[in-house]
């Protein structure tokens, strides 16, 4: 598969890869798009050989994916199988590779209605979910996906709040995002929104718009998402904008704490009825999802040749193939007590901020602080002791007349610690 190739490439040589593949498809062409908006060059400013910034520009990181390539049994690092429930999307699932495996391409979620002893349900359908695995406020979440079309069948991409507390225990006021759905034989998906404010008591919602598809082909379907707005899309078209109410709380938009995701086959309860036999096997291939976050500052995944627009001082610290959470290469910081900088300029004064990446020690005892410094206030850290990737983050609020500041990965002692994907966000 064409972006296969592109991945296993480094960001610098896929420009001319795709000159070379005349064959580039538009989502080829998103993708070069997509990284070449995060390459720091243009905002790179080179104050003299020993002091360099970056002026703070929006550009997408991704921090999350599963480009489903292996064969098999889905990452339980990612996701987990959604469990069986009571309602019309879950009364079907099966936690079984019968109906969730990956073929080394797509993951694919079947539904049919096969006879398995012990299990008497008249269907079994496959779904999985990352909840308690990764969930984001925030951001962008990108699903390449094809379905099969069929009387009674129901795929579905969405999202759902983490904790389910957050902000209330109940449904719809808890708040749901649906990035994709479609019921039968229609020409068209569904993209809605789901809260307390827009959902009647039959589950219909006013926030809702039908999109055209390319119904025999993969499509990509995305969200953009912040803290004024959801916003839908269908192969990088938008389609339907869900803004917040300046004047309104949280049940209007309770969008404003995690989300994680679902992706599943259903069908024949609810909303798409009953199930025409005939019409079965129904199943979903999902391409990739990949999520990004809105960032300021530059080469948060450290692809690019160099570290710049990064500085950093102490023992060794480089960009490394491997060890990477997304993409292929990741920041290594080995040897004495060591730093990595970056000086951020161009944000607002009395403006909060998050900085917040992912780390792993290479050993038990070791630690790294994800931190910032020189905005306006004390200095903020967060330290990370784990061998395996964990998230952490710190907020600021520049003072009232700064427009700067420090972003420090802080190595206290002797060890070998690992970064990648970081990002910065106004929040
Ligand atoms: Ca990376």
Redesign the pocket.
């Known amino acids: 598969m064409r972006k296969k190739i592109e991945l296993a490439l480094n960001s610098a040589k896929v420009i001319t890869i795709c000159a070379i593949f005349s064959a580039c498809t538009k989502e080829d062409v998103k993708m070069d798009n997509a990284e070449s908006a995060s390459k720091p060059t243009a905002n790179l400013i080179m104050a003299s050989a020993a002091t360099v910034s970056f002026v703070a520009a929006p550009n997408y990181q991704l921090i999350w994916s599963d480009e489903f390539n292996l064969a098999g049994s889905f990452d339980t690092a990612r996701w987990a199988y959604a469990p069986r429930g009571t309602v019309a999307w879950n009364k079907y699932l099966t936690s079984s590779n019968n109906y969730v495996s990956q073929d080394g391409s797509n993951l694919l979620l079947r539904m049919d209605n096969a006879t398995i002893a012990g299990d008497a349900v008249p269907y079994h359908s496959g779904g999985v979910r990352s909840m308690g695995k990764f969930s984001i406020a925030y951001g962008k979440v990108e699903v390449r996906a094809k379905f099969t079309q069929g009387q009674g069948s129901w795929p579905a991409i969405w999202m759902m709040p983490e904790p389910a507390t957050a902000h209330s225990t109940g449904w719809p006021a808890c708040g749901e995002i649906d990035i994709m759905e479609h019921v039968n034989n229609e020409a068209n998906i569904h993209q809605t929104i789901h809260n307390s404010t827009v959902t009647n008591a039959n589950g219909v919602s006013t926030a809702t718009h039908a999109a055209a598809y390319n119904t025999a082909a993969f499509n990509t379907y995305s969200i953009e998402w912040d803290p004024s707005a959801v916003k839908f899309y269908v192969n990088g078209a938008l389609q339907y904008t869900y803004s917040k109410v300046s004047s309104a709380g949280w049940q209007q938009y309770p969008f404003d704490v995690p989300f994680y995701l679902i992706l599943n086959q259903a069908g024949g309860a609810g909303w798409p009825g009953a199930i025409t036999d005939s019409n079965l096997p129904f199943n979903m291939q999902v391409d990739y999802v990949r999520v990004y976050k809105l960032s300021l500052l530059g080469n948060g ?3 690019d040749t160099s570290i710049a627009p990064w500085t950093s001082w102490g023992g060794t610290v480089s960009a490394v193939t491997g060890n ?7 920041i290594k910081e080995t040897g004495a007590e060591s730093s990595l900088e970056q000086v951020i300029t161009g944000l607002s004064p009395n403006t909060t901020y998050k900085f917040g990446g992912y780390a792993k020690v290479s050993a038990a005892g070791e630690s790294v602080s994800i931190g910032v410094k020189n905005y306006g206030g004390s200095a903020v850290a967060v330290p990370i002791a784990s061998t395996t990737y964990s998230f952490g983050s710190v907020t600021f609020t520049t003072g009232v007349s700064n427009t700067s500041a420090t972003l420090y990965f802080y190595k206290p002692s002797t060890g070998t610690v690992y970064g ?2 970081f990002y910065l966000e106004k929040q």
């Open positions: 995944g450290f692809e990477a959470r997304t993409g292929t290469k990741s990648d994907d």
